[in-house]
């Protein structure tokens, strides 16, 4: 007799929080229950960021059970937290398969201490670990997992705000805000871009008037230089902001760094940007990591200003974060200032990004890395 066939997995639910308003009426509409309880669920879960379906109390019983049998809520927990004097907060979060992802809450205008700042900024991941193998990435160390649903991008906004609430700082228990976080970077573990569907859902659900509610220029997306999705990102209606990951001004030191530019080297990745700032008229940023000893000598100057100028683009110069078990170092004070100098000498809109949570690992990965190896 032969064995019985073993009984397949039940199909996983859809998450609720992977659903625009719009999608939530049209499943409502089906089963017959007015529009205005599809209003009710989403300001459950947007404004007072519910994590079940019994927290939903103006809702009938019964459409809280067929909520239930017909959509997942499932939040991202908490696995280890790390605070920085600048107010800077890093999240590694665990995901319902037990895959670990990082966030970063950083105060865009870090008061004093125990002050607080007027804009606060969430660096989100898109993908569990990366395929882009940067030379000088924690992120890319352990290679690609998975890609993110756009539950798990939402929810990190969600969570890192249920986390303030439920631990405020002084001057927020006194003038609590309605929304934590106000401005997004895309800038965490993955490449965006190579997760382009669900990311681009997310942001339009964390964009909505009934969901997140935080405004499309505030939102940068990253990437490590996708031309083809670059140029998709242009036709979007979304106004978001770019910011290129560049890192080296010519093709031998960026494919040094980046095995992506072998794939779309510089003359390409221009072209798209171009096409970017022509379509949506905006300024886009350059992010060059200072890594010394590799791209921080003056000579290297002249080119990343040029590249610059011919997309106006603003140049956000990073000095590096040492990861343990990678041979690269952040050049000194001095030769950071001289390199931010010469290129303003040079016309270009370029700033030095201020310390944040350089104490706490806040280079992608770094957290996650440790976790995995046990030291979290
Ligand atoms: S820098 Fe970004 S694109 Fe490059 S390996 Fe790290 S996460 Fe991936």
Known sequence: MSEPSPIPPAPRLRDVRSQTLEELQAEFQNWQEPAYRASQVVEWLYVHRATDWTAMSNLPLRLRERLRHNFALDPITLVAHQGSPDHTQKFLWRLADGALIESVLIPANPALCGEESDRRT???????????????????????????????IVDQVLAAERWHAANPAPADAASPRER????????????????????????RILNAPWGGRIGARRITVSTSGLCPQIRRLAEEPLQLQLAVSLHGATDPVRSRLMPVNRKYPIRELMAACEFYVARK???LTFEYLLIAGVNDDLAHVPPLADLARRVHAKVNLIPYNHVPTLPWQRPDDNTQQAFLEALQARGINATLRREKGHDIDAACGQLRLRAEAGNA
């Open 180 to 203: 934590l976080v106000d401005n997004l970077v895309i800038m965490g573990m993955g490449e965006p871009l190579a997760n382009y569907d669900p990311l681009l859902k997310a942001l």
């Open 281 to 283: 008229g905006r300024l």
């Open 122 to 152: 969430l660096c989100v991941s898109t993908q569990v670990g990366c395929a882009y193998g940067c030379a000088f990435c924690a992120s890319g160390l352990q290679g690609w997992k998975r890609n993110l649903g756009v539950e798990e």
